[in-house]
T-cell receptor, first 116, second 115 residues
Framework: AAGVIQSPRHLIKEKRETATLKCYPI?????VYWYQQGPGQDPQFLIS???????DKGSIPDRFSAQQFSDYHSELNMSSLELGDSALYFC???????????????FGPGTRLTVL | AQSVAQPEDQVNVAEGNPLTVKCTYS??????LFWYVQYPNRGLQFLLK??????LVKGSYGFEAEFNKSQTSFHLKKPSALVSDSALYFC?????????????FGTGTRLKVLA
């Protein structure tokens, strides 16, 4: 079965540079979520999109932005990178997040961002 | 606000023995609870979820979890542990306060199954 695809899997950047992470949800899934997992920490919710509109916002820095495109893939744009942005960034997708019954979120393998 | 707690950073168990990974929750309204497993340098894999119905939920790889409303717990269990079960386990609660369903994760419990 198709899973969530994330690219790149690894990314190394310098401080103050920008980075773009991509996420391709499971086909027919209409909701995409972004999480950040720091070393030895639990995943923290950043932002989500439902049907190409931002649906929820968590602890996402102002330096970060994201969008969901017409083909439902999503991109997380990160600017003015800081050392503390080094983390594993997960994308998850689900179907009909606004439905009465919560659907399961399926996670991608993550993008490991290292800021030097 | 919704939250989950995993009181144990690490659980060690001998192969073949039963295992339990603990999770307690604090939610307003009906809880929607999930367990995920994370292997090194891998994404989070869904194990099981509780929405409603039977308190004992069966999931992937022989895992099950028992929902206990009076104790606000959702402990993950397996009758006989395998070395390959060694991984990081996260309990999560769905936060529906804002209309969409982001997850709030616990801090994770590292399970070590010893041969």
């Amino acid at each position: 079965a198709a899973g969530v695809i994330q690219s790149p899997r690894h990314l190394i950047k310098e401080k103050r540079e920008t980075a773009t992470l991509k996420c391709y949800p499971i086909p027919r899934h209409d909701t995409v979520y972004w999480y950040q997992q720091g070393p030895g920490q639990d995943p923290q919710f950043l932002i989500s999109f439902y049907e190409k509109m931002q649906s929820d916002k968590g602890s996402i820095p102002d330096r970060f932005s994201a969008q969901q495109f017409s083909d439902y893939h999503s991109e997380l744009n990160m600017s003015s990178l800081e050392l503390g942005d080094s983390a594993l960034y997960f994308c998850a997708s689900s179907l009909s997040s606004l439905a009465a019954q919560p659907d399961t979120q399926y996670f991608g393998p993550g993008t490991r961002l290292t800021v030097l | 606000a919704q939250s989950v707690a995993q009181p144990e950073d690490q659980v060690n168990v001998a192969e073949g023995n039963p295992l339990t990974v603990k999770c307690t929750y604090s939610v307003s309204g009906n809880p929607y609870l999930f367990w995920y497993v994370q292997y090194p340098n891998r994404g989070l894999q869904f194990l099981l979820k509780y929405i409603t119905g039977d308190n004992l939920v069966k999931g992937s790889y022989g895992f099950e979890a028992e929902f206990n409303k009076s104790q606000t717990s959702f402990h993950l269990k397996k009758p006989s542990a395998l070395v390959s079960d060694s991984a990081l386990y996260f309990c999560a609660v769905r936060d529906r306060a804002s209309g969409t369903y982001k997850y709030i994760f616990g801090t994770g419990t590292r399970l070590k199954v010893l041969a």
